[in-house]
Nanobody, 115 residues
Framework: VQLVESGGGLVQPGGSLRLSCVAS????????MSWYRQAAGNERELVAGISSAGDSTNYADSVNGRFTISRDKDKGTVYLQMSSLKPEDTGMYYC?????????WGPGTQVTVSS
């Protein structure tokens, strides 16, 4: 199982970014996927999740209405579209899935929101 995130970077407040996570080593379409983030000095927190079929999503209150999670089963990729970014969205963003009773994380991609 391998998860590889990309798309992070430095963006001004109010800007947008789209994160991608390419999954491999398992049947992508059978498993729910999530995005987590961790700011310096804070615990890792759930940002958004999407069901295996992509027909159900959930979001942290802090990002609801600004972020959108989606998935492309043909590309084995899950996305996080982030809009109206705020400085408090700064952190390392991780892709996550759970299968066969084990937890899998990508290495993360850094998002910095600053003027």
């Amino acid at each position: 199982v391998q998860l590889v995130e990309s798309g992070g970077g430095l963006v001004q407040p109010g800007g947008s970014l789209r994160l991608s996570c390419v999954a491999s080593g398992f049947t992508f379409s059978r498993y729910a996927m999530s995005w987590y983030r961790q700011a310096a000095g804070n615990e890792r927190e759930l940002v958004a999740g999407i069901s295996s079929a992509g027909d159900s999503t959930n979001y942290a209150d802090s990002v609801n209405g600004r972020f959108t999670i989606s998935r492309d089963k043909d590309k084995g990729t899950v996305y996080l579209q982030m809009s109206s970014l705020k400085p408090e969205d700064t952190g390392m963003y991780y892709c996550y899935t759970r299968l066969f009773g084990s937890y899998y994380w990508g290495p993360g991609t850094q998002v910095t929101v600053s003027s």
